[in-house]
């Protein structure tokens, strides 16, 4: 009888910028974290290792806007993000992401040290950045290219485009965000279009449909 086939994942690693300098912030994450939810992610977001965040996905990059969303709940914290694309070792899940293993998480912990080295002699706040590997060069290069813009646009985020973004993707329209808000929707949609959120869900989009692709075309590992 066949085995079954090795279960195609994505792993988020996250470490904290500067985290020994906000301890209150980072000691009330992880009721923060358990806020985050998706249909794709498979686990709880735990830390653990010091200041780390980690959680799994379901098939390569097939929620990219889980990265984002990360960003938003750990705010004003800045993380730095590696994520990794692989296969789960022996198909083995668990609650919690620190108890399993596989290639998608050496690669995102190979991702987040790369952040960690560039990172060396520069100012915090031009640190937050996003890499992913798969062990694909082509594909790799070409979604860290899209990471990088997009992570210059919400780098340059207020809070109050932060807070319209979320809103509005989770209620749908304008006038539920305005609503959450206490605000108009005309001030949540001006929010949106400031924050070039049309093209960072196009990104996100791109990133998606080239995550499917590699998946649908790389054969098992090992």
Same mark, same amino acid.
């Given at each position: 009888?066949?085995?079954?086939?090795?279960?195609?994942? #994505?792993?988020?690693?996250?470490?904290?910028?500067?985290?020994?300098?906000?301890?209150?912030? +980072?000691?009330?994450?992880?009721?923060?974290?358990?806020?985050? #939810?998706?249909?794709? +992610?498979? !686990? !709880?977001?735990?830390?653990?290792?010091?200041?780390?965040?980690?959680?799994?996905?379901? @098939?390569?990059?097939?929620?990219?806007?889980?990265?984002?969303?990360?960003?938003?709940?750990?705010?004003?914290?800045?993380?730095?993000? @590696?994520?990794?694309?692989?296969?789960?070792?022996?198909?083995?899940?668990?609650?919690?992401?620190?108890?399993?293993? @596989?290639?998608?998480?050496?690669?995102?912990?190979?991702?987040?040290?790369?952040?960690?080295?560039?990172?060396?002699?520069?100012?915090?706040? %031009?640190? !937050?950045? !996003?890499?992913?590997?798969?062990?694909?060069?082509?594909?790799?290069?070409?979604?860290?290219?899209?990471?990088?813009?997009?992570? %210059?646009?919400?780098?340059?985020? %207020?809070?109050?485009?932060?807070?319209?973004?979320?809103?509005?993707?989770?209620?749908? #329209?304008?006038? /539920?965000?305005?609503?959450?808000?206490?605000?108009?929707?005309?001030?949540?949609?001006?929010?949106?279009?400031?924050?070039?959120?049309?093209?960072?869900?196009?990104? /996100? /989009?791109?990133?998606?449909?080239?995550?499917?692709?590699?998946?649908?075309?790389?054969?098992?590992? @090992?």
């Amino acid at each position: 009888m066949p085995g079954k086939m090795p279960e195609k994942i #994505t792993v988020i690693t996250a470490d904290i910028i500067q985290s020994r300098l906000a301890r209150d912030l +980072v000691l009330s994450l992880p009721e923060k974290l358990s806020r985050l #939810t998706h249909p794709l +992610v498979a !686990t !709880t977001f735990s830390m653990s290792r010091g200041d780390e965040i980690q959680a799994v996905c379901r @098939g390569y990059l097939q929620a990219p806007e889980v990265v984002r969303q990360l960003r938003f709940f750990c705010l004003p914290l800045r993380l730095r993000v @590696g994520i990794g694309v692989g296969e789960l070792e022996n198909n083995y899940w668990s609650p919690n992401p620190w108890d399993m293993n @596989g290639s998608a998480f050496v690669r995102a912990r190979e991702s987040l040290e790369s952040l960690e080295s560039r990172g060396k002699g520069v100012q915090a706040y %031009t640190r !937050t950045r !996003t890499v992913v590997s798969s062990g694909n060069k082509d594909f790799d290069s070409v979604v860290n290219a899209i990471l990088v813009l997009m992570d %210059t646009i919400q780098d340059r985020w %207020t809070q109050a485009q932060w807070d319209a973004i979320h809103a509005y993707e989770r209620l749908g #329209t304008y006038s /539920e965000a305005g609503k959450a808000l206490g605000i108009a929707l005309q001030n949540v949609q001006k929010r949106c279009k400031a924050a070039h959120w049309a093209a960072v869900r196009q990104a /996100e /989009e791109a990133i998606r449909l080239l995550g499917h692709k590699l998946e649908s075309e790389s054969p098992p590992e @090992g």
